[in-house]
């Protein structure tokens, strides 16, 4: 089961991903029209102290430019 609400702005992204399939379905979620809704986030957290989460965060990044979205760093 998937939780879908056109309200949806903002996705904390915490999970071991790697796969541009899931990127852009949980992005695409997060485009659905809903009144007022301006901005749309992707707040994505990586472990830098693990070699393979850093690995998995650099192809969620070249999927996220895939799709259109620019990468700020913090």
Do not use: C
């Not at 992204?13 to 541009?20: C, F, K, N, V």
């Not at 707040?43 to 979205?69: C, W």
């Amino acid at each position: 089961m998937t939780f879908d609400d056109a309200r949806l702005d903002t996705l904390f992204l915490t999970l071991p991903i790697s796969w541009r399939g899931i990127i852009q379905q949980y992005a695409g979620r997060l485009h659905r029209s809903y009144e007022g809704k301006r901005l749309v986030e992707i707040y994505d957290y990586v472990d830098e102290n693990v070699p393979m989460l850093v690995r998995m965060y650099g192809r969620r990044v070249r999927g996220y430019k895939s799709i259109g979205y620019a990468i700020l760093e913090r």
